[in-house]
């Protein structure tokens, strides 16, 4: 969806997450992915616009209304509830996968792009595995106010490589159908997070 956010918005969001860019670790997977990452704890202290927007009653209800499910935001302990991807480098990308969910519900998420000086896209493999639909590749980039949203573990997805002088920016917020997570997959959750997006 083109122009989610209005372009006051967008410029008053990527303000914010420029504030929050000292926090950014970056986290290299050699063959799968090398991006910098902000978590929530560090939007919460350096970006609280942008923590605001995450947790706004009328956008939950509008994702809420387009995934005809009531959607609920992470808990506060989960790093990556509200996190910023920052893409700076030549070759920062992520290689294919799916936002699978640790809770015991279903998990959504919602991309806004807040900075895109970049030829970097979210490619995505829709109706992949799909018995009686064939796969098609949707490329998207993620100018300023755009949303992108989709059921993680139905949407393959990557970001495609920046190249030289490039920048993106975008913000990732996480909804879930249920909070209750089991103990073994938080801490599974809570290890992802640290080794291969926001530090210990
Ligand atoms: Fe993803």
Redesign the pocket.
Known sequence: MDDFLDARLARQMREAAVSAVAATRRKAIPGYKRAGAISAYAIARHAPQLAALYRSPVLIDALSRLADVPLLPCPRWDAHAVALYVYTQPGDR?GF???RSWYRGARY?ALIGLQNDSTSELVCRVHRGARHRAEKELRVATDPGTLVFFQ?DKCY?AVSPLGAGETRIVL?LQYVTSTEIGPVARVVSDLKDALTYFGV
């Open positions: 992520v996968h799916y936002d998420t993680g997805h990732s």
